[in-house]
């Protein structure tokens, strides 16, 4: 399976401020993660207009997804939000993200090393309704077998594959599951949205 996503409500709250979302058109993969801020149902509410805005904007250019839902949540608590674009033809990855939300990407290559460093790219500051000075969005290769993993920060900010031998790789439901069960805050909610090209 190419997508493994989870999501885990802070104290099994019925609402959950963190979603994300992937979507495949032709030779191009969109994934997001947004984080509501603080968690619990406005949270919740946050994080899904966001989304929502995001679905119907897929194929605008990234700095004007970001600005046009900036505008559209501007009534909600706002939130953080990554989004990463995958170009299958021309072999990239290009990401902006706006807040807290994070994102790494692991090698082929480097899974058959014992110690698998991800690359971590880094988001701007600033809040999704409320406001950001700066976005300048990052553009890295992106080849078939890689693997790309979003997640908000319910989940510890750096991770440590070492531990996650090669046949984990091969089912990325059950290593979003593992990577929340064992790199999980327990504080916040979390999410964890993983997309390999195979
Ligand atoms: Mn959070």
Not at 170 to 187: P, S, V, Y
Request: with cysteine; glycine share 10%; hydrophobic share 35%.
């Amino acid at each position: 399976m190419a997508i493994g996503s989870v999501k885990q409500s802070f104290g099994d709250n019925k609402h959950c401020g963190d979603q994300f979302g992937h979507w495949q058109k032709g030779y191009q993969v969109t994934l997001c993660i947004v984080d509501g801020l603080g968690h619990g149902k406005h949270a919740e509410i946050a994080a899904r207009a966001a989304m929502t805005y995001v679905a119907s904007h897929l194929t605008n250019p990234l700095l004007e997804i970001f600005s046009g839902c900036n505008k559209e949540i501007r009534d909600t608590r706002g939130g953080a939000m990554g989004i990463a674009i995958i170009d299958k033809k021309a072999c990239t990855l290009t990401y902006a993200g706006i807040g807290n939300t994070r994102i790494l990407i692991l090698r082929r290559a480097d899974f058959k090393e014992t110690s698998q460093k991800p690359r971590y790219l880094r988001s701007d500051y600033g809040i999704v309704g409320a406001g950001y000075k700066h976005l300048v969005p990052e553009t890295v290769p992106f080849v078939p077998g890689d693997l790309v993993m979003m997640y908000t920060d319910g989940v510890k900010e750096l991770i440590d594959f070492t531990a996650y031998g090669p046949p984990l790789y091969k089912d990325m439901q059950e290593l979003a599951e593992k990577i929340i069960k064992d790199w999980g805050r327990d504080t916040d909610d979390a999410a964890v949205l993983i997309y390999t090209w195979d």
